[in-house]
């Protein structure tokens, strides 16, 4: 209790600060106008201030018991510079006083930085000051960068070791199964961006031949989802690797034959395209269509994934999670926001699933980690567990036992799409309700299904707050380390980079971990960019 107690007054203290300095601030730039020299003395305080803190902290005047007077102690050194500052000041300000036309160009120009100025600091001393600190230790040598020299040596760890980077056995990628399916998933968005157009401009041949050919195409991914969604709750329920339904579907996906087959389809229509190209005749694509959209993105979910699943070590862990958890996290909470539109109890339903964000990153790891809970004999107290042992299967540890890779890895992720789907929930839904009635009725009156209305004129005008969910949440996945800290503390191939930093900052090799800090900085600094200058683009 008094622990808190002690927080609130801290919290309190800090805010009655800031609150005076703000107001002192303005009071000061207000008298640079009718109060020349009391302007005049503020600025010279300020600046006595700073003198006497330069002064006391490298002891360039005697100071302490022995001195005695007034610099018997050393915050006294800081005061009376403040003092004399400002009598110097009030002196200067008394004796000139500039022109009230320059008084009040000076005030126009003080003004925002009263506003501005406390961000920029907090900014400069909280962010910037420790960065440039930070890449500095990590090119010094030794441990903790006392040693005479500068040296690289440490990022050369980084990517030199098979722990945190390894592209070894990344040629495996082009012939396995998540690379087949990726290059089908292309094939059949661009079959399907032929027929959504030529249903749209084609003639009557055309137009049949289109419909035909998407009803076949969506049989047979009825069948292979289904196939795909039983194989995935066997393999939820028995072992990953002793799914009979999965083990089928990866001989069928991953034999030479299917490889051959996809490829020449795909060569094929790449083909029949350039050559429409050649010939001077226009192919119409509607890659806006519902279908085309999402096996594309389909498509390339699966190639990152596959990519991602041939290559080691904490820094392809640290990806692998900002493109799950990022994607994952946003495509759930579109999925409720559009259906908790439509619910009664919308307010509830919403509360409910934001309620996880108010966790903390340990407390959620703590509650998952009874619910994956594994018991060696008896009965199962975790509930997971509990429920495949009631049901007639074996228990499992989901992210401890070894067995387990690299679906560990997706345990853990899915902590983190769960806290983070309500706020993707929440934002998105706010973006679904501020798009104009007026549109989706227009849709509707030209005969476009819900389908059609969402995709092509509700996710076009929330396409700017969806880059602002992806962008955010891929930052905050970048930086984990709660999650995997509190599970597995890296174990079984599931380190990321936060969590080795903190493991070298604890050894106290603090120019290695820096390097980490670089690394993490490098990894989240393109998306930074990216949404300063799409936040500049609108602003113009």
Do not use: C
């Not at 005076?20 to 109060?35: E, M, Q, W």
């Not at 360039?60 to 007034?70: E, L, N, Q, S, V």
């Not at 010094?140 to 006392?146: F, V």
């Amino acid at each position: 209790m008094s622990q808190i107690i002690t927080m609130l007054i801290s919290v309190a203290g800090a805010l009655v600060v800031t609150a005076v300095l703000f107001v002192g601030a303005d009071r000061t730039v207000d008298s640079a106008l009718n109060r020349w020299p009391a302007f005049m003395a503020s600025i010279g305080a300020v600046l006595g201030l700073v003198a006497g803190a330069v002064l006391q902290h490298n002891g360039w005047i005697p100071r302490g018991p022995a001195a005695g007077g007034p610099f018997s102690e050393g915050w006294l050194v800081i005061v009376i510079g403040g003092i004399i500052g400002a009598a110097l000041g009030g002196a200067g300000g008394r004796a000139l006083v500039p022109a009230l036309d320059r008084r009040i160009r000076l005030e126009a120009r003080l003004r925002p930085w009263v506003f501005v100025g406390p961000a920029l600091l907090f900014v400069t001393g909280g962010l910037i000051i420790p960065g440039f600190r930070t890449l500095w230790l990590s090119l010094k040598n030794g441990t903790r960068g006392q040693e005479a020299g500068f040296t690289i040596e440490h990022y050369r760890d980084i990517f030199t070791n098979q722990n945190f980077f390894s592209v070894s056995g990344w040629s495996s990628f082009l012939t396995s199964r998540l690379f087949i399916v990726a290059l089908a998933a292309a094939a059949v968005a661009g079959v399907a961006a032929w027929a959504s157009a030529s249903r749209i401009v084609g003639g009557p041949l055309r137009a049949n031949l289109a419909r035909r050919t998407m009803r076949v195409l969506g049989i047979l991914a009825a069948l292979l989802g289904t196939a795909a969604l039983l194989g995935f709750i066997e393999s939820v329920i028995r072992e990953p690797n002793r799914s009979e339904i999965v083990d089928v579907l990866t001989v069928l996906v991953s034999s030479r034959t299917t490889l051959v087959v996809v490829a020449a389809v795909v060569v094929a229509l790449l083909g029949a395209w350039f050559w429409a190209g050649l010939r001077s005749r226009d192919v119409e694509m509607d890659w806006g269509s519902p279908t085309s959209s999402m096996m594309l993105v389909l498509a390339i979910a699966m190639g990152i994934f596959g990519l991602l699943s041939t290559l080691r070590g904490a820094v392809w862990n640290n990806i692998w999670w900002v493109f799950t958890v990022a994607g994952l996290s946003t495509m759930l909470g579109l999925l409720l926001a559009i259906l908790a539109e439509r619910a009664r109890g919308e307010r509830v339903a919403k509360t409910l699933i934001f309620m996880p964000m108010a966790i903390s990153m340990v407390g959620a790891a703590v509650i998952w980690d009874f619910m994956y809970e594994v018991q060696p004999t008896g009965a199962q107290t975790g509930l997971l567990n509990a429920l495949l042992q009631g049901l007639g299967f074996e228990p499992r540890g989901f992210f401890i036992n070894s067995s387990m890779i690299p679906w560990n890895n997706f345990w853990i992720m899915f902590i983190m799409v769960w806290i983070q789907s309500g706020f993707a929930m929440v934002i998105l839904s706010a973006a679904i309700r501020a798009v104009p009635e007026d549109l989706t009725e227009a849709a509707r009156v030209d005969g476009a299904n819900e389908i059609q209305v969402f995709w092509r004129v509700v996710v076009p005008q929330i396409r700017p707050t969806i880059i602002v969910v992806v962008t955010t949440l891929m930052v905050i996945v970048t930086k984990v380390f709660d999650l995997v800290k509190a599970t597995t503390n890296g174990a079984n191939r599931t380190n990321v980079l936060a969590n080795e930093m903190f493991d070298q900052l604890r050894d106290r090799n603090f120019t290695s971990s820096s390097a980490f800090a670089v690394v993490l900085l490098a990894l989240v600094l393109p998306v930074m960019i990216y949404n300063i200058r799409r936040l500049q683009s609108e602003l113009r």
